[in-house]
């Protein structure tokens, strides 16, 4: 009996060598496969863990904060709501010689101070038209002069235009500031037009007070010349 006990054990003894052997040969040989795979690998498998963000919206890179449409700064143009300043057109000089023709007709003159210097100059209308005793033969078209003389041999041709189927006036009026104007009316066929001539400086400045345009005039009460 003590011999089939001794024997039994030797065998018990012999199966828990050989399980614990083929044991840490498996853990032995697990490290080893470990170890030899490439560095990639394991970083493919550590980032297969890592949580899923690609559903996030991604901010971009900036180096100062995110400037609002609202917060631009405006261009000057976009808060300038001034108008545009008037034009005031030519400035008639003086010239030494009259526009008008020696046979012209005078058909009206005016004189008063538009200089402002206490001495009268005159305002003369002239027109190419001739004159038959007291009766002007007008044609279709003429040309028509308005010219300012200062007595001292100077002249200020305020209008010098050829006009068909038209007339011209002028008059002089006293602005607010005192200053004298000359106003100039031209009407014809297709329109109506008035300028207006204040001294200053370096002559007589024009400036444009109405245009009609381009029109066909089917009636007007303003008088022709007789």
């Not at 044991?23 to 990639?40: C, D, F, K, N």
């Not at 980032?47 to 631009?72: C, F, H, L, N, Y």
């Not at 009766?135 to 100077?154: A, R």
Request: aromatic share 10%; glycine share 10%; charged share 25%.
């Amino acid at each position: 009996m003590k011999k089939f006990l001794k024997a039994f054990g030797i065998i018990v003894l012999a199966a828990v060598l050989v399980a614990g052997g083929y044991y840490m040969g498996t853990q032995a040989g697990e490290h080893s496969i470990v170890s030899a795979l490439p560095h990639r690998t394991l970083e493919q498998g550590v980032a297969s863990i890592k949580p899923d963000t690609t559903g996030a919206p991604e901010q971009a890179e900036s180096d100062g904060p995110v400037e609002k449409a609202d917060d631009k700064p405006k261009n000057e143009s976009d808060t300038n709501t001034a108008t545009e300043p008037e034009k005031t057109g030519r400035t008639v000089v003086k010239t030494d010689e009259s526009a008008a023709g020696e046979t012209w007709s005078n058909l009206e003159e005016y004189s008063c101070d538009l200089f402002g210097n206490d001495t009268d100059a005159k305002i003369v209308l002239y027109t190419s038209a001739q004159r038959e005793g007291d009766e002007i033969i007008w044609d279709d078209g003429q040309n028509w002069v308005v010219e300012i003389s200062d007595g001292d041999g100077g002249y200020y041709t305020l209008l010098d235009k050829y006009i068909n189927n038209g007339n011209v006036y002028f008059e002089v009026s006293e602005l607010e500031n005192g200053q004298k104007a000359v106003n100039i009316y031209l009407k014809t066929g297709a329109g109506f037009e008035v300028k207006q001539y204040t001294y200053g400086e370096n002559g007589f400045v024009e400036k444009t007070l109405y245009n009609l345009g381009t029109v066909n005039t089917m009636y007007s009460s303003i008088p022709d010349y007789q």
